[in-house]
């Protein structure tokens, strides 16, 4: 298995295979537009800007489980996100990352990284990195800033 097996949504239904970025590696990311964390949108804007040459690429899924931190719709929260963030990486369908409902990418990357005491997602803007291959090698928690994982990300994209 690997997260090129899944299908996701953009914001306006169109479905994407993942297998359009086998070679790619990827930084898949919960997001929230009205959360203390959102301005991470900067950091995460800032490695995409830095690596997307080299075959990087953030994956932003807006989710709304926690606290509400998402309450725009799909296209109200791109222009947010653009405007006042400068995101240029590929924002998808809001999700839902946690409970019975959780869409199945989410379910595989918990699996595959499960979080210190749980492998539920406690918080918006937890991250994934995964390899060109399409595995998870590593977990961030929300308060880890992106700037922190850059160096992880070099390594995933020598490999």
């Not at 959102?38 to 953030?58: A, S």
């Not at 995964?130 to 994982?149: A, H």
Request: some cysteine; overall charge neutral.
């Amino acid at each position: 298995m690997s997260v090129h097996e899944y299908t996701v949504r953009t914001p306006n239904g169109e479905e994407v295979s993942l297998s359009d970025y086998k070679g790619q590696a990827l930084l898949i990311v919960n997001t929230a537009t009205k959360c203390g964390l959102t301005p991470q949108f900067q950091g995460l804007e800032t490695l995409y800007q830095t690596y997307k040459d080299e075959g990087f690429v953030v994956l932003g899924f807006p989710c709304n489980q926690f606290m509400n931190q998402e309450p725009l719709g799909n296209e109200e929260m791109i222009k947010t996100c653009k405007l006042n963030y400068g995101v240029t990486f590929p924002l998808f369908e809001k999700v839902l990352v946690n409970g019975t409902n959780a869409h199945p990418l989410y379910q595989y990357l918990k699996k595959e990284q499960k979080g210190i005491l749980s492998n539920k997602i406690k918080w918006n803007f937890t991250k994934f990195l995964v390899d060109r291959n399409g595995q998870v090698t590593e977990r961030y928690g929300p308060n880890v800033e992106p700037g922190k994982i850059e160096d992880d990300i070099k390594e995933v994209l020598l490999k």
